[in-house]
């Protein structure tokens, strides 16, 4: 559901789940244990954890798809030939499950870095960058120089640095994640 579901409606969720009092169905199953009501958006400690969370809840449906597909592109014969050599649940894992499976941990890897550097609608529906700047990230930022400041040239150097910084990541993570596969 996370994936299909509009990233507002679930930002509306994720505001009523964690809501600084009572109300908030987090805070009310800690007060279960005596834990005192928190107020997770105000707090500097807690309010990026909750959109990292936030963040990995959406896209871990998709990238769920995504090993799921590449987890039936391994073929069958590879684990009978591991079975009747003895190879263990674990063994079968760790050397053909695992290994074979590198592409597809290079693309997850890249996809959710990429949508790591680009977050923006869950600072900017729950926190509005606060508070006291802990959730503003880079495009949050663009967005702030650019629009709320008028200085549209700063942003657009902000958006080449994001786009020059993410190119970077990507080819490290093709240097070590990015090599082919054989199936023989």
Do not use: C
């Not at 994720?14 to 107020?39: C, H, M, R, T």
């Not at 400041?149 to 020059?164: E, I, K, N, P, R």
């Amino acid at each position: 559901m996370p994936v299909v579901t509009s990233f507002v409606v679930i930002a509306g969720i994720w505001a009523w789940l964690f809501k600084g009092s009572e109300d908030g169905i987090v805070n009310y199953i800690l007060g279960w244990f005596g834990i005192p009501p928190q107020v997770y958006f105000s707090d500097e400690r807690l309010a990026l954890i909750v959109l990292a969370m936030l963040s990995v809840f959406k896209v871990s449906g998709g990238m769920m798809i995504y090993y799921l597909a590449g987890l039936k592109g391994i073929p069958d014969h590879l684990y009978e030939a591991a079975a009747i050599d003895g190879a263990t649940g674990w063994r079968r894992f760790w050397y053909i499950t695992f290994p074979l499976l590198k592409p597809t941990h290079f693309y997850v890897a890249v996809v959710t870095t990429i949508g790591s550097f680009q977050v923006f609608d869950s600072a900017f529906l729950l926190t509005d960058g606060g508070p006291n700047y802990a959730t503003t990230t880079i495009v949050y930022y663009m967005y702030q120089t650019g629009f709320q400041f008028l200085q549209l040239g700063y942003a657009s150097v902000l958006a080449y640095l994001l786009f020059m910084i993410i190119l970077s990541v990507s080819l490290i993570q093709r240097k070590f994640l990015g090599r082919e596969i054989s199936f023989y």
